[in-house]
C-alpha cells in the first residue's frame, strides 16, 4: 500500500522559506507575462537566486544563466520549484534526485502521488499544488504581497 501524500505543515515550509538562498526553476519561461516568470521574478526580488532551468532557453533570464536540465547546474540547489503538468512532476522528481536537491517545490495544480512517493523514498522533501509566492507572502512578509 502506498502511503497517501502529507504535506508539510507551515512551520516547516517557513524553515524551507528561510533556509533557501537558491531556487531552480523548472519550466521558467522568458516570457513577461507568463505565471512562471512572474512568481521566479518575485521570489528574486524577495532575495532568492533563480536558476532557470528550461531546454527551450537559449538566453539569460531575469539575469541568469539557463540550464536545459537540473543535472547541468554546477552550483548546490536548495529548492526545486516546478512549473510543469502534473504528468510530468515524476520525471522532474527523478531528475531533481540525480541533482542533489533536497527539497522540491510543485507550483499550485502540480500534484502527483507517486512522484511524492519517489521523491519520500529517496529522502527528498516536496510540497505540492501551492504557490511559493503565496506562501513566502502568508508565511514570511505577514500576508504582503
Same mark, same amino acid.
Given at each position: 500500500?502506498?502511503?497517501?501524500? $502529507?504535506?508539510?505543515?507551515?512551520?516547516?515550509?517557513?524553515?524551507?522559506?528561510?533556509?533557501?538562498?537558491?531556487? #531552480?526553476?523548472?519550466?521558467?519561461?522568458?516570457?513577461?507575462?507568463?505565471?512562471?516568470?512572474?512568481? *521566479? $521574478?518575485?521570489?528574486?526580488?524577495?532575495?532568492?537566486?533563480?536558476?532557470?532551468?528550461?531546454p527551450m532557453l537559449k538566453t539569460d533570464v531575469l539575469?541568469?544563466?539557463?540550464?536545459?536540465?537540473?543535472?547541468?547546474?554546477?552550483?548546490?540547489?536548495?529548492l526545486v520549484n516546478v512549473f510543469r503538468r502534473s504528468e510530468e512532476l515524476y520525471s522532474v522528481?527523478?531528475?531533481?534526485?540525480?541533482?542533489?536537491?533536497?527539497?522540491?517545490?510543485?507550483?499550485?495544480?502540480?500534484?502527483?502521488?507517486?512522484? *511524492?512517493?519517489?521523491?519520500?523514498?529517496?529522502?527528498?522533501?516536496?510540497?505540492?499544488?501551492?504557490?511559493? #509566492?503565496?506562501?513566502?507572502?502568508?508565511?514570511?512578509?505577514?500576508?504582503?504581497?
Open positions: 500500500m502506498i502511503a497517501m501524500y $502529507e504535506a508539510p505543515s507551515n512551520e516547516i515550509v517557513k524553515q524551507w522559506l528561510q533556509e533557501t538562498k537558491t531556487i #531552480a526553476v523548472v519550466g521558467l519561461s522568458d516570457k513577461p507575462d507568463r505565471t512562471s516568470y512572474q512568481i *521566479a $521574478e518575485t521570489m528574486q526580488a524577495r532575495g532568492y537566486r533563480i536558476l532557470p532551468v528550461n539575469g541568469e544563466k539557463p540550464y536545459a536540465a537540473l543535472e547541468e547546474i554546477p552550483e548546490k540547489i536548495d522528481v527523478e531528475s531533481a534526485i540525480k541533482a542533489g536537491a533536497k527539497r522540491i517545490w510543485a507550483q499550485q495544480g502540480v500534484y502527483d502521488e507517486q512522484a *511524492a512517493q519517489l521523491a519520500k523514498e529517496n529522502g527528498v522533501e516536496i510540497l505540492m499544488d501551492q504557490c511559493i #509566492a503565496v506562501a513566502h507572502s502568508v508565511l514570511l512578509a505577514g500576508g504582503k504581497h
